[in-house]
């Protein structure tokens, strides 16, 4: 297993009003699973991959992302959107990571080379993000968190801000890489579409408390473009059965 | 003609043209404000519309300005007053940058010495001059000292809004990605609160030059302060302008130099 979450619970406490964020979230990932988070808008989707980010504490249950070599750290995080350092180069925000943890020069200008031009952004390397559109933005993103080479990938909606063209571009790409490095992603969207293109498994959220409550495993072969996704007739049930899922627990918030 | 016919490159480099002149213009209103008003100012003074006494003619201060360098001892007060601008300016800019930095990324030292801050700030350094003078004497250091202390404020207030205002998502990028509080300091505080920072700093190069002609006067024998001061005692008020008129050129001139350094220091606006 490369990720172990047991029995997790984030509480929101402020001035006597608490808000139960994620209630008893138990899941396993194994290594090199595409994984979606699926589910309604305030569910706690950002909470808990920010728990595994390190950048927010459990109220209880614990959590596990297992480590393979020694110099590799655990996790690196795609945020939603604004994640570009913006005083920062492309190429300075693309090795961003690998500076931090003090690696030898040639093997941060070597790997950061070689994620800036994977995502095509090799002629912008010097650019300033203001001087980039939202698409390049989010590509600096994603080379950033693959040039640092962590454990895991956690991406909190990285498309959402794109337009359709875009998305499917960037999709591709991810995909594409993600081929390559075979890396444990953990990915948040709204979208269904994506996820099904994406996933080996989709877990879907129910809202407040926020818990997993289906899982959907995707075995449609790789690698697999929308058309194939939207012609394929199990996707479309899975699709149906979704949009159903995300309907009724929207539905039922608002009661 | 029918609006399809025209061409559009022409239309563009038409709006282009109107653009440039448009431009040109407002450069020359810039500069047209302060040569009317020394055209106005030598007209009334030559006419006796005004006391030529108390306003002497701006070619005559030139004139002035001119017999002064002459004598060197102009250069003399020049270069004394902007050693002290200089040398306060530093020692209030620096630990202001510094402090304002600390303060701005950790709460406990924010929450510490932000009391401290805002009791201080508003006292003018100036009052303080007198203990200033008893502490650290009539020599340099005196004048040194109350420059960096009215520098300090602007900067440090400042500096810690700019590190606070910080986008919280760039710090939980650099957290994400393993930063220690060194990279902290130097790759996220810094650079993001330098536009800021900036911006108090031109507060504090305009402070540092109303504080040097004021202490010159008080308590000093050279200094472009204390030449106005002596001037005006003496009734010398051409000598008197030519002071006055060099204060409002180095502020002009430190402006634009910290307006450059500005546009190099923040590549990424
Ligand atoms: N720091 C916080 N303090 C208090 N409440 C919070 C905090 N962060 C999140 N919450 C609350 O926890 C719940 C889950 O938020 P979260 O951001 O994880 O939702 P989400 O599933 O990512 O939503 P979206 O799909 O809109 O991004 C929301 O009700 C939110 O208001
Ligand atoms: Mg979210």
Redesign the pocket.
Known sequence: MKITIDELTKV?Y?KGQS?T?LEGIDLNIQDGEFVCLL?P???????LLRILAGLEKPSTGSFEIAASGKERPLQSMVFQERGVIPWLTVKENVAFGLKMRHLPKSVVQERTAFYLEKVGLDKFARLYPKELSGGMKQRVSIARAFANDPEILLMD?PFAALDEQNKFILQEELLSIWEETKKTVLFIT?SIDEALLLSDRILLMSS?P?RITEEIKIEMPRPRTMEEVRADQTMTEHFVKIRSHLDSEVQGSRT | MKDQYRDPFAVEQEEWKKRQWKNRWKQLLTFSSPIFILVLWEFLSRTGLVDARFFPPPTEIVGTFIAMSASGELFHHIGISLFRIFSGFLLGVIPAVIIGLFMGLYSPIRHFLSPLIMALMPIPTLALLPIILIIFGVGEVSKIVTIAGSVFFPVVINTVAGVVNIDRIYLDVANNYGANSKHFFFKIALPGALPVMIEGIQMGQAIALLTIVAAEMMGANSGIGYLIWTSYNAFLLKEMFVGLVLISFFGYLFSLILRGLQTKLLPWR
């Open positions: 929101f402020k808000l964020a589910g808008s305030g569910c706690g989707k950002t909470t909606e709204h407040q926020g």
